[in-house]
């Protein structure tokens, strides 16, 4: 037989099934493109900001997209359909965009949608598909713009594995389809594929994170705090501003958004859930609405970098005159805000110094601490919670200058007298104006109930609709009838906007304030003794805690990493945690080292004992033991390796790839040991034609065959072949 009768009967003549590699390819291609879009969108929509008929008609379209897909169907759709959606597109945007939501990022994002909708189903080019990928990033980039939470970290990951498996599936499918020839491929090529394909996409992404995490807590960097500008600020700065109409809080309290988080440091038990966090004073009130006309004073930081929140000249437009009392109950705790778009600090009255990486702090006539000129996200501040005693508040005598009286008397213009009688009746029995307040606080706390079903529509007169006729209502109601009845009574009122109390978190000792906790009270004037808080407020009932709300307190102490240490990361966060690690490292290392020497030290005591006994040769003994048994356990590692080698020899079938190479491996040494070698620059096909021998080289040529067939093919038919072909040209060395 010649040579070239053998090359005809070899198994790599047979005929490829080329269609079955590029589809695939293909196959993994468009499931991986398709869970790309379908990640975009989900983390776009988990940021909460897209509207009920977006979620509708994307998801619709998402799912009608999965259905084909499992079904192995494929609609296009007209490409003329695609000219006049681009021109819709347009038209569409700008309508959107004046008419609709008037906003540049919602008409962009209803744009990006739309145009995914359509183009999931009128893909014609290779273009289209990286640009349905170029969406998807857009979608992931807008919800960037978004949302700080942690989910997007997940999410994002996520995108980027699917992404790199995307963009290496799509680049082997330009490849097969401009291959001239394919290799053969078996029907597990599929699955194996998408195994391999996934798991190097994972592999590349972990190290990449990695990476970026090394690069992202070294370099140098300035955070650039939260996008105030695309914060909640419908809601939230109309409740926390100088202007607010009544109603405001009340909606806010319908909310369980988490709106900021404090660690009050020393408190590790949650002893301050019911402290208040003062945001805006409000001091005039036209019956429906309360502002603050309080003239600002700028404060600039002092050499060691804080803010003093006080004014102490009497004489300055800001100053506001504090409680005296002798005590002192310092208070220093640290604030992270969420971006709900105000501008205004939170702090525990009464609110002595302010820390942060502002420029400047304003502070006006009410107490309020505000910054306009870039967003609020943390911050740290000292208060002194120390209060006069209710008997020297009674004790209080002085007259009200003119100013706290313009500003903190003033009435409505069209007062129901209703008001003014029934403070009158409340107060009959009391002597000063420590007890008026008290007699009027307690009144509204145990003769009103409490609610946030109210009517959407304001009535003419607020005050008076809540005191006689619907009796019912939240903080703001409770507030404003007590500051307008002691304010009728010649005792100077003003209410604050801010929290109340938080739900502690024991795992991280931080208190969540969630709007939900959003509360208004009264603070009245008191001569020679300041501004002294009150709250007719009733206590509205807490949530019972449940296993699920202790899962929510992980995830938000999640959440709280991620914006503590990836959002609000700086160059402080650097240098603590530089601190840090240097002192845990140096703690680690001292340790350590002592143990060392005290084993060692151990050690030597008990060499001696054993020496002074005469046990010295049981010690060498069990060492020796000891010794054979690591010695036995480092080989075990190799003899398994050994074992399935052979295993696999002998059972080429269930493993055609592996076993094709143990075979041709044991050919090669056996044609090196009779003189000939194969050099590691040779081809198989190449080594087969420096065989002189002309029977031997034709057979080690179809043993080459068959293990290219079952090595590259993984056909076990011809894997199984390879033991018997190796017999042959083994039995060329016995001749």
């Known amino acids: 037989m010649n040579v070239a009768s053998v090359s005809t009967s070899l198994p790599g003549n047979r005929a490829a099934p080329s269609s079955l590699a590029r589809s695939a390819v293909e196959r993994y291609f468009e499931v991986s493109l398709f869970l790309l879009i379908a990640?975009?969108?989900?983390?776009?929509?988990?940021?909460?900001?897209?509207?009920?008929?977006?979620?509708?008609?994307?998801?619709?379209?998402?799912?009608?997209?999965?259905?084909?897909?499992?079904?192995n169907r494929t609609v296009v759709l007209p490409e003329h359909w695609a000219n006049l959606a681009t021109v819709a597109y347009v038209a569409f945007y700008a309508a959107d965009y004046f008419l609709l939501s008037g906003s540049f990022l919602v008409s962009t994002v209803h744009l990006v949608l739309l145009i995914i909708s359509f183009k999931i189903f009128s893909v014609q080019r290779q273009r289209d598909h990286v640009y349905l990928a170029l969406l998807s990033f857009a979608m992931v980039l807008l919800a960037a713009l978004f949302t700080v939470e942690s989910t997007f970290f997940f999410a994002f990951c996520l995108w980027v594995v699917l992404a790199t498996s995307t963009f290496v599936s799509m680049e082997m499918k330009r490849a097969a389809a401009r291959a001239t020839a394919l290799a053969r491929e078996a029907e597990v090529t599929r699955k194996r594929l998408a195994r391999w394909l996934s798991a190097t996409s994972v592999l590349l992404v972990v190290g990449t994170i990695l990476a970026g995490f090394l690069i992202f807590f070294i370099l140098p960097r300035q955070s650039g705090g939260y996008l105030n500008s695309l914060a909640q600020n419908n809601q939230f700065v109309t409740g926390f501003s100088n202007d607010v109409t009544l109603g405001r809080i009340g909606e806010l309290k319908q909310s369980s958004a988490v709106v900021m988080h404090i660690q009050i440091y020393g408190d590790d038990h949650g002893a301050f859930t019911n402290l208040k966090w003062r945001g805006v004073g409000l001091s005039m009130f036209d019956g429906r609405r309360w502002s603050n006309p309080a003239k600002q004073c700028l404060i600039r930081p002092a050499p060691e970098g804080y803010f003093q929140v006080q004014v102490s000249n009497p004489n300055s437009p800001c100053f506001s005159e504090r409680p005296k009392s002798r005590g002192l109950q310092p208070l220093r705790y640290r604030v992270l805000m969420e971006p709900i778009g105000t501008d205004f600090f939170f702090l525990a009255p009464s609110a002595t110094a302010l820390l942060g990486r502002y420029h400047s702090v304003w502070y006006d006539g009410n107490e309020s601490v505000s910054d306009n000129e870039q967003p609020i996200g943390a911050y740290e501040g000292v208060s002194n919670l120390a209060e006069a005693s209710p008997e020297k508040l009674r004790g209080s005598a002085g007259e009200v200058s003119t100013d706290i009286a313009k500003r903190y008397l003033q009435?409505?213009?069209?007062?129901?007298?209703?008001?003014?009688?029934?403070?009158?009746?409340?107060?009959?029995?009391?002597?000063?104006?420590?007890?008026?307040?008290?007699?009027?606080?307690?009144?509204?706390?145990?003769?009103?109930?409490?609610?946030?079903?109210?009517?959407?529509?304001?009535?003419?007169?607020?005050?008076?609709?809540?005191?006689?006729?619907?009796?019912?209502?939240?903080?703001?109601?409770?507030?404003?009838?007590?500051?307008?009845?002691?304010?009728?009574?010649?005792?100077?009122?003003?209410?604050?906007?801010?929290?109340?109390?938080?739900?502690?978190?024991?795992?991280?000792?931080?208190?969540?304030?969630?709007?939900?906790?959003?509360?208004?009270?009264?603070?009245?004037?008191?001569?020679?003794?300041?501004?002294?808080?009150?709250?007719?407020?009733?206590?509205?009932?807490?949530?019972?805690?449940?296993?699920?709300?202790?899962?929510?307190?992980?995830?938000?102490?999640?959440?709280?990493?991620?914006?503590?240490?990836?959002?609000?990361?700086?160059?402080?966060?650097?240098?603590?945690?530089?601190?840090?690690?240097?002192?845990?490292?140096h703690r680690a290392a001292t340790n350590w080292q002592e143990a060392i020497q005290e084993e060692y030290r151990a050690l030597l005591r008990r060499a001696r004992q054993a020496q002074l006994s005469g046990h010295g040769r049981g010690y060498v003994i069990l060492a020796l033991v000891i010794a054979g048994m690591l010695l036995a356990l480092s080989m075990v590692p190799r003899s398994l390796r050994s074992w399935r080698t052979r295993r696999i020899a002998a059972r080429p079938a269930e493993a055609p790839r592996l076993a094709a190479s143990i075979w041709y491996q044991r050919m090669t040494q056996s044609m090196?040991?009779?003189?000939?070698?194969?050099?590691?620059?040779?081809?198989?096909?190449?080594?087969?034609?420096?065989?002189?021998?002309?029977?031997?080289?034709?057979?080690?040529?179809?043993?080459?065959?068959?293990?290219?067939?079952?090595?590259?093919?993984?056909?076990?038919?011809?894997?199984?072949?390879?033991?018997?072909?190796?017999?042959?040209?083994?039995?060329?060395?016995?001749?």
């Open 39 to 71: 990640t975009g969108f989900f983390t776009l929509a988990s940021t909460g900001r897209l509207d009920l008929l977006s979620l509708i008609v994307i998801s619709s379209a998402l799912i009608a997209r999965a259905l084909l897909l499992a079904r």
């Open 411 to 585: 009435l409505p213009a069209k007062l129901d007298a209703r008001v003014a009688a029934l403070a009158l009746r409340v107060t009959a029995g009391a002597t000063n104006p420590y007890d008026k307040a008290a007699a009027v606080e307690e009144y509204l706390r145990s003769s009103l109930g409490y609610t946030l079903q109210l009517p959407k529509t304001l009535p003419e007169d607020p005050v008076a609709d809540f005191l006689f006729r619907r009796k019912q209502g939240h903080c703001e109601y409770f507030a404003s009838a007590m500051a307008v009845m002691l304010r009728s009574l010649g005792i100077p009122t003003r209410v604050v906007n801010g929290f109340r109390g938080g739900e502690f978190n024991d795992l991280t000792s931080t208190y969540i304030v969630r709007a939900s906790s959003a509360h208004t009270w009264v603070e009245a004037y008191f001569p020679s003794y300041g501004w002294i808080t009150f709250d007719p407020t009733p206590a509205d009932p807490k949530p019972a805690v449940t296993r699920f709300s202790r899962l929510a307190l992980y995830v938000d102490a999640l959440g709280e990493f991620w914006r503590e240490w990836i959002i609000n990361y700086d160059v402080m966060h650097q240098i603590s945690l530089n601190r840090q690690l240097f002192a845990s490292s």
């Open 672 to 735: 090196a040991q009779r003189g000939c070698p194969k050099v590691a620059t040779q081809t198989p096909q190449e080594f087969v034609d420096s065989i002189l021998d002309f029977e031997l080289r034709r057979a080690v040529a179809i043993f080459t065959a068959h293990y290219e067939s079952a090595r590259f093919g993984e056909i076990a038919e011809d894997a199984e072949k390879l033991p018997e072909l190796y017999e042959t040209i083994e039995r060329f060395s016995d001749v």
